[in-house]
């Protein structure tokens, strides 16, 4: 036969061989990478797991005030060991706690569910008002999370390229802004007429004190000294004590409100003068008229 008929008859056979594969594609077909697996620890605080918290801990707040808040309230006095009073040489509680256990009080002499949710929104309104705005800001941030992105880039530094300097103005435009609002709330409490006396009035009810409606120092906490009852002492004289707010603002906080008033300026001059000093200036080159070029 010749050599060109061979070679034409032992193509097919060849062609229709499997190819062997060879050791190595072996084993790499035999060694099989696991499959990634989902980590679950270290999950991050995310603004819908935020607002889910918040969420269910005050439908569980006022569940519990609403339904059981006599049985609640004296729970949590005992934990505090908490027995409040007008008196101060009466009382147990702590200053800390003497304010709580003044707010949980009106739920033992309530007269049942009924009374109970009447109770609730009377004595820590604020604490709800609080609670209602730090949902919606979770919800918010959950809706719109480029947006709650960008205002934590805005206020934070970035933890990649921040240095000393950046956490330093961080910090000082915080305390600025939070000395700021705090200055604006305490004028605003204490400043304007009829609010300011109910605020003297809620201070000192805190405190332990009850000022009486014709004669303000029946209250034998009224006559101890202390810083709040020397000044807010002012708030709850009949008749003018409502009406001249400002008046008692300037008179009885003077000192206060001067050496809020210095912080305030102290952190504006820093907050405006350290990145004048501290903040890296990026130097760029300037292109020349002729830049060499290479053959």
């Given at each position: ?8 008859s ?9 190819s ?9 077909n035999?060694?099989?990478k ?21 969420q ?28 409040p ?34 109770v ?11 609670w ?35 956490f ?14 705090g ?14 006396n109910q605020?003297?009035?809620a ?35 009949p008749?003018?004590?409502p009406?001249?707010?400002?008046v008692?603002?300037?008179m009885?906080?003077w ?38 070029r290479?053959?």
């Open positions: 036969m010749a050599p060109s008929l061979r070679r034409a032992l193509a097919p056979t060849a062609a229709s061989r499997p062997l594969p060879s050791p190595e594609h072996n084993n790499d035999n060694i099989r696991p499959a990634p697996v989902a980590r679950q620890e270290g999950l991050p605080l995310t603004a819908r797991h935020l607002f889910k918290t918040l269910w801990g005050l439908i569980v707040f006022c569940l519990v005030f609403s339904i059981v808040g006599g049985v609640a309230a004296e729970r949590v006095l005992d934990v505090l060991h908490c027995q009073d007008a008196n101060p040489a009466l009382r147990s509680c702590s200053w800390l706690a003497n304010p709580i256990g003044l707010r949980l009080t009106p739920f033992l002499s309530a007269g049942g569910m009924v009374d109970y949710p009447f609730l929104l009377s004595n820590f309104w604020g604490l709800l008002l609080a209602g705005l730090a949902l919606y800001a979770a919800r918010w941030a959950d809706h719109n999370p480029a947006a709650a992105t960008a205002l934590l880039q805005r206020w934070l530094p970035r933890k990649g390229h921040a240095t000393s300097a950046d330093l103005r961080w910090g000082v435009g915080c305390t600025f802004w939070l000395l700021l609002a200055f604006i709330g305490f004028c605003l409490a204490l400043g304007l007429p009829i609010v300011g605020t003297a009035r201070i000192l009810e805190s405190l332990g004190c009850s000022p009486g409606t014709f004669d303000p120092f029946s209250s034998p906490c009224m006559r101890a000294p202390g810083f709040w009852t020397s000044r807010l002492s002012l708030y709850v004289i008749l003018a004590g009406l001249l707010a400002p008692w603002l300037v009885g906080f000192d206060v409100l001067l050496g809020w008033m210095v912080l305030i300026g102290t952190t504006f001059a820093l907050k405006s003068h350290l990145p004048l000093q501290v903040k890296p200036q990026a130097h760029h080159p300037h292109p020349s008229a002729e830049t060499p290479r053959p």
